[in-house]
């Protein structure tokens, strides 16, 4: 069960919308809840143009940017208070993805609740991403809720409810998340689901150069049938209640928001390799796409490097 949860906060109501669900989560488990604000200079001093930029560093300008930030945190900290969660707020130095990941490792973080834009493609590049940029360096589990955009959660019923949607495809690596996936689902009490998708396999079309899907039913649906028993190996270790689906679909992706749909899943749970930049634009990110297509929470969890 969580005992620390770290929200990653600026003062803004985008990062706000992370912390009804905190608060939701500290009632039930009985964790702190703690809210970091960082402040980094680098984002607003000027530079003086010239052949070669040149920063000016404004005493007064930081001091101000410095004290804005802490009156942002510690009402946003009384609030939580108010509320009857055990709320503590920290005023971090540096680069933000830098000092969030520092300060989770020096703090023993169980859990990072943060909100994303779900901006895609060479949008999400060019603007960049805290919430995807921190997921390529994060050490512990993130969940990740919708911010400013998105319907406005029921603040009676901040957490979701329903089932959980966990996304496994045979490996360790996918696995991984799973601890985490049932520790979340203790706290929150959805049912968990446990979803992998076969994607039909392409055979070579000598001598055209080309390829062709395999659409050989009989093959699909063994595959089918081994990824289902898979899955109720996985389920016999996981809460009761845990129900199981094995689906095919010309895209992975594709196949687990569906399958969330059709479950009327109220989170998804997945691991992802963590890749960010060009790497992440060209060989793509299952995980990737479903972070800038669910409107569920998603909690995602970064394995060790040597899960496979």
Do not use: N, W
């Not at 933000?96 to 859990?111: R, Y």
């Not at 520790?183 to 392409?202: D, I, N, Q, S, Y």
């Not at 010309?250 to 930049?277: D, F, K, Q, W």
């Amino acid at each position: 069960m969580y005992t620390s949860i770290l929200v990653p906060y600026d003062g803004s109501a985008h990062s706000a919308r992370a912390l009804p669900v905190a608060a939701a989560l500290a009632a039930r488990t009985g964790a702190s809840v703690q809210l970091a604000i960082v402040h980094d200079p680098s984002a607003y001093i000027p530079f003086v143009p010239g052949e070669v930029a040149i920063p000016v560093y404004d005493q007064e300008l930081v001091q101000a940017h410095r004290d804005r930030d802490r009156q942002a945190l510690d009402m946003a900290v009384a609030h939580l208070t108010h509320q009857g969660v055990k709320a503590t707020g920290v005023l971090l130095d540096g680069t933000i993805v830098e000092a969030l990941e520092e300060h989770v490792l020096a703090a023993g973080t169980d859990l990072v609740i943060m909100t994303t834009h779900g901006r895609s493609g060479f949008e999400r590049l060019r603007l960049g991403s805290v919430a995807t940029a921190f997921l390529t360096r994060a050490t512990v589990p993130v969940l990740l809720v919708r911010g400013a955009g998105s319907e406005h959660p029921d603040d009676d019923q901040p957490l979701p409810s329903g089932a959980l949607l966990c996304t496994l495809d045979g490996s360790a690596f996918a696995e991984a998340v799973l601890p985490h996936a049932r520790t979340f689902a203790e706290a929150t009490g959805l049912r968990m689901h446990l979803v992998a998708v076969t994607v039909p396999h392409a055979i070579s079309m000598a001598p055209f150069g080309t390829e062709a899907l395999l659409a050989d039913d009989s093959a699909l649906s063994a595959e089918e049938h081994v990824r289902e028993e898979y899955l109720q190996r996985i389920a016999a270790s996981c809460p009761p209640g845990t129900t199981v689906r094995a689906l095919t679909d010309m895209s992975v992706s594709r196949g687990i928001l569906e399958a969330a749909e059709e479950v009327a899943c109220g989170a998804i749970a997945i691991a992802t390799h963590g890749r960010g930049g060009f790497k992440r634009l060209v060989l793509g990110s299952v995980t990737d796409e479903v972070l800038r297509h669910a409107h569920k929470p998603v909690l995602v969890y970064r394995p060790a490097p040597h899960a496979s």
